[in-house]
C-alpha cells in the first residue's frame, strides 16, 4: 500500500477530491448522517422540534471539536517540521524529526486527518460519512507507506531504530524516543494549519446556528487560506535554490 508519485504531489487535491465525493453521496443517500444518527440513539425525538434542534447542535459541536483537535495535533507536528515541509509538493526524507508529538506517533501530521474527516464528515450523509473515515484513512496509509519506504532508504538503521520505538500510528502515553532538543516554531505552524483551525470555526458556527450557508461561506475562506503555506513553501525552496 504504497503511494505512487503522483499521489503524493497532489495529495491535496486528492483528499479535495475525497471530500467532494463524501458530500456528493447525498445525491444517493438522503438520509444525513445527523438524522440516522439521532434516530438510532435517540428515536423518541420527534423530527423538526426543538430537541432535533438541540440535537443537531450537540452532533455538529462535537464534530467541531474533532476538527479542533485535529488542527491542534497538526499545529503541533508542524511546529517541529515547519508548515514549507508539511505542504511542499516535493518529498522530504534527509532528516528525522524527534521532537514533539513525532515522540508518540510517528505520523501525527496523518493521524490528524483521520478526526478531521469524522468532524466534518457529520454534516455529510451516512454514506458519506463512512466514505470520508475510509478512504482518508486509505490514503494516508499508502502516503505513509511511500513516506516510511524513502526514509528507509536515506537514513538507514537510525530510521529503523525509530520506526521499532514508535508506533506507526496510534500513539502511545508516553514519548518513546528522548528529543533531539529541536525548538518548536509556533508562528509558521499556526500559519500553515490555519485552514483546519477555521474549518473548527466554521463548524462551530453550524453549529450555533444550523445555518448552513454560513458555515459553507467559513468552510470557503478556510480552503483559501490554505495556499498561503504553499506560498511559503515555494519562497523557502527557490531561498534554497538561490
Not at 438541540?54 to 517541529?80: E, K, M, S
Not at 515522540?103 to 493521524?111: A, D, E, G, Q, V
Amino acid at each position: 500500500m504504497v503511494a505512487t508519485r503522483f499521489e503524493f504531489e497532489y495529495r491535496f487535491w486528492i483528499i479535495c477530491a475525497i471530500y467532494f465525493v463524501g458530500f456528493a453521496l447525498s445525491i444517493l443517500d438522503h438520509a444525513q448522517f445527523i438524522v440516522a444518527l439521532r434516530q438510532l440513539i435517540a428515536p423518541g425525538i420527534a423530527a423538526h422540534t426543538a430537541e432535533a434542534a438541540r440535537f443537531a447542535r450537540t452532533i455538529v459541536g462535537i464534530g467541531a471539536l474533532f476538527v479542533f483537535a485535529a488542527a491542534a495535533l497538526r499545529t503541533w507536528a508542524a511546529a517541529y517540521l515547519q508548515s514549507a515541509i508539511v505542504h511542499d509538493a516535493s518529498q522530504h526524507s534527509d532528516a528525522l524529526v524527534v521532537d514533539g508529538p513525532f515522540r508518540y506517533t510517528r505520523n501525527p501530521l496523518y493521524l490528524g486527518n483521520l478526526p478531521l474527516a469524522a468532524g466534518i464528515g457529520v454534516l455529510a450523509s451516512r454514506t458519506g460519512f463512512i466514505f470520508l473515515v475510509l478512504a482518508n484513512w486509505i490514503f494516508v496509509s499508502r502516503l505513509i507507506g511511500r513516506e516510511e519506504e524513502a526514509l528507509r532508504q536515506t537514513l538507514g538503521e537510525s530510521y529503523r531504530a525509530y520506526v521499532r520505538a514508535v508506533p506507526r500510528f496510534w500513539p502511545t502515553l508516553r514519548p518513546r524516543v528522548s528529543p533531539s532538543g529541536r525548538s518548536p516554531h509556533w508562528v509558521q505552524a499556526f500559519a500553515g494549519e490555519a485552514f483546519v483551525w477555521i474549518f473548527g470555526v466554521a463548524e462551530s458556527l453550524i453549529a450555533i446556528t444550523l445555518n448552513v450557508r454560513l458555515g459553507l461561506i467559513v468552510f470557503l475562506v478556510a480552503f483559501l487560506s490554505y495556499f498561503i503555506p504553499l506560498q511559503l513553501a515555494r519562497k523557502q525552496n527557490q531561498s534554497r535554490a538561490d
